[in-house]
């Protein structure tokens, strides 16, 4: 199976800047599109930025600018760089990975275990 760690949650000022990471591991034949995720108290999760295979990035409206998805092919990572965060940021944040397991085919769709990130005024 794949497993995800996810690092990088905290807590910060009004302002300041955090950088979410999160790894892959398991039984990995290729990865497509990859991405964060966010959900705060008493709200739905929603998608804050992805990114494919091919380094297409697409963010939510509420964080273009200040938000930056990147990805390690070679580490089977990606990491997410918030600037200028504000207090609606504050959420779990969750990874999302789209693993291919083998040659054989089937995408599988992965969900880290969250990490907390609060932003104070």
């Known amino acids: 199976q794949v497993q995800l760690v996810e690092s990088g949650g905290g807590v910060v000022q009004a302002g300041g800047s955090l950088r979410l990471s999160c790894a892959a591991s398991g039984i990995i034949f290729s990865i497509n599109a990859m991405g964060w995720y966010r959900q705060a108290p008493g709200k739905p999760r929603e998608l804050v930025a992805t990114?494919?295979?091919?380094?297409?990035?697409n963010y939510a409206d509420s964080v273009q600018g200040r938000f930056t998805i990147s990805r390690d092919n070679a580490k089977n990572t990606v990491d997410l760089q918030m600037n200028s965060l504000k207090p609606e940021d504050t959420a779990v944040y969750y990874c999302?990975?789209?693993?291919?397991?083998?040659?054989?085919?089937?995408?599988?769709?992965?969900w880290g275990q969250g990490t907390q990130v609060t932003v104070s005024s």
């Open positions: 990114i494919t295979s091919g380094g297409g990035t």
């Open positions: 999302n990975v789209n693993v291919v397991r083998s040659r054989i085919g089937g995408q599988y769709v992965y």
